[in-house]
């Protein structure tokens, strides 16, 4: 089955989010919404996830999930708020018992923290499926940039978060803790083992130089001929090395230290003082 894909470009964070929609019918998925956040000043707003809210409701769409790729360190997830308004089931890959554990080490959680991944509503693995209405999707553990990535194989489409980017631009980067380059390669030869035709749709586009317009959708065979880390045949030895050093350059998301703690909660923030206040900690020399 060929999905009804709609795409909401996030020019903040670069972040694509994509409401995915059974063609015979009114069921879709949500996939890596946003939340806005304004580091500076400490506010949220909901207006990119009220887009989408708009959206499903103009279309008269019913969301049966909310499904993030991974925890991701470049924005906030917007899916306890779209939950509220609209339904769907939170998930993510069960490896996020890992992602947890170790950032809740980092952010001086403490025991109240459940590391158990018991703030989503479902926990996915290799292997898995998933219904849409009557759109099956399949569930890839594509680890690598973090240890919790999936990769949601819906009709003809491959929903690939972060694991790779648009084939002029490459990969993701792996040197966040639970990273690892090897790894990542693994995961990508196993999208690129989907047949040639089957839609790639990315998690973030940042224009390569010499492209004008931002992208989010490729297919198989363009990223194996084309993606200019792994294309080609580039072998494991040529990639990790590129990678390695790629990411030794790299300088920090702007919003890895907010994200993480929101993210690992499955997009809630932390439990409020005693005021009602919510507070984000900063770890120094951490990161």
């Not at 690992?264 to 005021?275: F, H, K, V, Y």
Request: hydrophobic content about 40%; aromatic content about 8%.
């Amino acid at each position: 089955m060929k999905p009804d894909v709609t795409a909401f470009f996030d020019d903040a964070t670069n972040t694509i989010s994509f409401v995915v929609k059974d063609p015979e019918g009114a069921s879709c998925a949500i996939i890596d919404s946003v939340l806005d956040f304004d580091y500076s000043s400490g506010r949220t707003d909901t207006r990119s996830a009220d887009a989408v809210i708009a959206f499903v409701q103009d279309h008269d769409l019913k969301v049966e999930w909310l499904l993030e790729s991974h925890v991701h360190a470049d924005h906030l997830s917007a899916a306890p708020y779209i939950q509220q308004k609209v339904g769907g089931k939170i998930g993510i890959g069960e490896n996020i018992t890992l992602v947890q554990d170790t950032f809740g080490k980092v952010f001086n959680e403490g025991t109240e923290f459940q590391r158990d991944g018991s703030q989503f509503d479902k926990l996915f693995r290799e292997g898995d499926s998933l219904m849409i209405g009557q759109l099956r999707g399949d569930v890839l553990h594509t680890p690598g940039h973090t240890p919790a990535c999936l990769t949601y194989v819906i009709g003809d489409a491959a929903f690939v978060g972060d694991t790779l980017f648009m084939p002029d631009f490459g990969t993701a980067r792996c040197d966040f803790p639970g990273g690892s380059s090897e790894t990542l390669y693994n995961s990508i030869q196993k999208i690129l083992a989907l047949p040639d035709e089957t839609r790639i749709f990315v998690g973030h586009d940042y224009k390569a130089p010499g492209r004008d317009e931002y992208a989010w959708e490729t297919t198989v065979a363009e990223q194996k001929a084309r993606n200019v880390h792994v294309g080609a045949g580039k072998d494991k030895d040529t990639f990790v090395r590129m990678r390695d050093a790629r990411d030794a350059s790299l300088a920090m998301p702007k919003l890895i230290i907010p994200s993480l703690q929101v993210n690992m909660r499955a997009g809630q923030m932390p439990e409020p003082d005693d005021e009602g206040d919510v507070f984000l900690k900063v770890p120094v020399n951490k990161l």
